[in-house]
């Protein structure tokens, strides 16, 4: 049995207090389960499980917000949810989750996705809500108390990255991410969400126009006096949901779906939890080695622009030609909603490659512990 992706939506991705900070993450994720069954024309009674992504499960995001979000789209009763927490890679483990499972026959027919209100679940809303995930045994272990910007920093002075070089690779990220918005690359992918005032948001809020390296020189770190993190070269807060609906093949076939990708590796890898974010170089070398292919096989790289140096590090270690990586911009001018953000990723690199023909694309990204996914994904050509 195989499996196969049928069909990906996203929502747009809002700004922190912009024009989706009004909707519960709930209900945010119930407008793309609802979206992506209308696409693909099946019934939801249909779907066996719904395998969500999510990182802050506290508050409005806690209480498995995947059946949440089932009972809230109006789905049966009979549709389960699970809910999943591998930090920023969360939905990306969705989707890897979803495809074993219709591989090993357990489902014909499962949802993976994922969704982050950051507006109203802020990051810290988990400590406010008492204790610490950095046990005593932990600080003993590592003398550390791990921190992502710190972690960029410790990667932009390992990879002797330059204050001038991040920015102009972020400059770089909101002048990819306005001309794919410009030349409506990403609308097909988006469902637009009607607000109850009646204003449309259809349009990824975060991008900057005519960002430079020398508006961005502007900016005061945030970490490290002497460094180079700021917040124009960190992904931005963000609040979005997105899924993807996998099958097995049969059922594709009695359905009348059309695949349009499948999962041909999919990998998980630790590394340094106290830098942090160099994980997706080691995870992208097991996908790599594991699936045969090499770096020229594969036509387009997603690496989760969770900072700058994050994709920077990654790149001068793997070899990818900069044309091929996050050629639609990302996290830094697009956002990063972070338990829905492997999904976003891999909705759009879906789109592009089906766009321009490439028949293998390669996604990473760097999660909380030092983690990374690296999921390949292969083009069905019809």
Known sequence: MGAVIVEAVRTPVGKRGGGLSGIHPVDLSALVLQELVARAGIAPELIEDVIWGCVG???????????????AAGWPES?????????????QQSLNFAVASVLAGHYEAVV?????????????????????????????????????????EIMAEKWALTRAEVDAFSARSHERAAAAQDAGLFDAQIVPITLPDGTVISKDEGIRRGTTVEKLAGLKTVFKEDGVIH???????????????IVSDEFAQKHGLTPIARVHTAVVAGA?????????????????????????D???????????????AWQKEIGAPEDKLNPNGGAIALGHPLGGSGARILT?????????DIRYGLQTMCEGGGQANATILELVRS
């Not at 340094?272 to 020229?296: H, Q």
């Not at 594969?298 to 994709?311: D, K």
């Open 231 to 245: 917040a124009g070269n960190a992904s931005q807060i963000s609040d979005g949901a997105a899924a993807l609906l």
């Open 272 to 296: 340094d939890p106290v830098m942090m974010l160099g994980a997706p170089i080691p995870a992208t070398e097991k996908a790599l080695e594991r699936s045969g292919l090499s770096v020229d």
């Open 348 to 356: 759009d690199m879906i789109f592009h490659m089906r766009r321009n």
């Open 79 to 91: 549709v389960p949810g699970v809910t999943v927490d591998r930090q920023c890679g969360s939905s």
């Open 57 to 71: 499960q506290v508050g409005e995001q806690t209480h498995d917000i995947a059946r949440n979000a089932v009972l």
């Open 112 to 152: 993976a996705g994922g969704v982050e209100s950051m507006s109203r679940v802020p990051m810290t809303a988990s400590v406010a809500a008492g204790g610490s995930p950095i046990s005593p045994k932990f600080t003993e272990r590592y003398n550390a108390a791990p921190n992502q910007g710190v972690g960029a």
């Open 298 to 312: 594969i036509g387009v790289f997603e690496v989760n622009e969770a900072f700058a140096p994050v994709p920077m």
